[in-house]
């Protein structure tokens, strides 16, 4: 993927898409943003600080992230951490009460086909 790509893509408020995290450093391309396209069936879409909460849901929902993975390159998550989680399991954890915090300015617009704006700016820590 070209730096143009990337660049195009905007946040859900239509605005340019701010990094997510560089350590660790996240994102389906591991470029530190949540940048995506066609080839992330998993839509790698939403920033989120991770809590020991979602941490043990995510595990007992055969997701296990806070376990090192070293041959991937993935350092395992400790909670504080943020990460691109799949716009599918933020929903079921927000379903289920355990979504973890969300930064907005990091989130694909392409999010909301799957999210409702709504129900990230309850969990938004980067609105006043």
Known sequence: MSETFFKKQKNVFGEPLAPCSEQPLTGFFRTGSCHTAANDFGMHTVCVEVTAAFLAFSKAHGNNLSTPLPEYGFPGLEPGDRWCLC???WKQAFEAGQAPRVILASTP???LQVIE???LKR???DLS
């Open 87 to 89: 716009a599918a399991r």
């Open 109 to 111: 617009e392409n999010t």
């Open 117 to 119: 704006l709504d129900d």
């Open 123 to 125: 969990y938004a820590l």
